[in-house]
């Protein structure tokens, strides 16, 4: 599908500067960043590296770290985490609805959940539910808010690996639907590859690389011609071939 061209135009984020540290310590050091409205975009970087730390910066998160720089993000943000945080005391639509808003609030909850394939497991609790399945619970609570950013941190890191290979499939689907600015953390190269058009990694509190990946979609994991980013972004991470 071609691009909102008068989307991509304005910047869903813009950092100027940012800067974050702990304790003293710099985590994030002064990063200039736009993220184009409408785009899917991966952030990747060592354990450490401050990916967290970036994305809680944007969602707002941050209250009390120390830091500087301007920011501007959307105001209808959701984010989804590697565990999907669901409460256990609520069933599965009453999750979903937390923090919907708007008289048919209740509607758009259903046809969240039947959108990530949780049609019928309304009434289910989360304990319940596999892991897949309540992260695909988390994705319906974050579309039901209608965001126009979705920032996603490593929200499938904790997968194994068949879920989530069906777990791109749905981000990308729902995000071709929606067309929401994402970024996603995570620590996975080939995700980012297969997910994203534009793969960001964060070396030393800056933005090392900055890549676009130029491929049609959907992307086949095997495709030998993503072979080539896969290994200018191994080499921006610093992994070696002896360390493969
Ligand atoms: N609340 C905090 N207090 C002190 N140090 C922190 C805090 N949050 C993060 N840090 C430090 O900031 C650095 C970056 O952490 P962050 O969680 O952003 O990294 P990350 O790239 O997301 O790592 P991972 O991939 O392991 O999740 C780490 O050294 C971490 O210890």
């Given at each position: 599908m071609a691009p909102h061209t008068e989307q991509l135009t304005r910047p869903a984020v813009q950092l100027r500067g940012l800067t974050r540290s702990f304790e003293g310590r710099t985590?994030?050091?002064?990063i200039d960043l736009d993220l184009p409205a409408g785009q899917l975009t991966a952030l990747l970087g060592h354990s450490g590296s401050g990916k967290s730390t970036l994305l809680r910066a944007i969602a707002g998160l941050d209250h009390g770290v120390t830091g500087s720089g301007q920011l501007t993000a959307p105001e209808r943000v959701s984010v989804v985490f590697q565990?999907?945080?669901?409460?256990?005391?609520?069933?599965v639509l009453d999750n979903v609805l937390l923090g919907a808003e708007g008289k048919d609030a209740g509607r758009r909850g259903r046809a969240a959940l039947e959108e990530v394939g949780?049609?019928?497991?309304?009434?289910?609790?989360?304990?319940?539910?596999?892991g897949g399945e309540a992260q695909r619970a988390a994705l319906a609570r974050s579309l039901v808010r209608e965001p126009e950013l979705l920032l996603a941190d490593?929200?499938?890191?904790?997968?194994d690996a068949l879920t989530r290979i069906r777990m791109h499939g749905l981000l990308r689907e729902l995000w071709e639907r929606h067309r929401p600015s994402v970024l996603l953390v995570t620590h996975d190269v080939d995700e980012a590859i297969v997910l994203a058009d534009r793969v960001l990694v964060l070396d030393k509190g800056r933005i090392g690389l900055d890549l676009t990946i130029d491929r049609a979609h959907?992307?086949?994991?095997?495709?030998?011609?993503?072979g080539e980013y896969r290994e200018r972004l191994l080499a921006a991470l610093g992994v070696t071939e002896d360390h493969r």
């Open positions: 985590v994030l050091d002064g565990d999907s945080r669901l409460l256990p005391w609520r069933r949780l049609k019928g497991r309304e009434r289910a609790w989360p304990g319940e539910l596999s490593e929200p499938f890191g904790a997968l959907p992307r086949s994991y095997r495709d030998p011609l993503l």
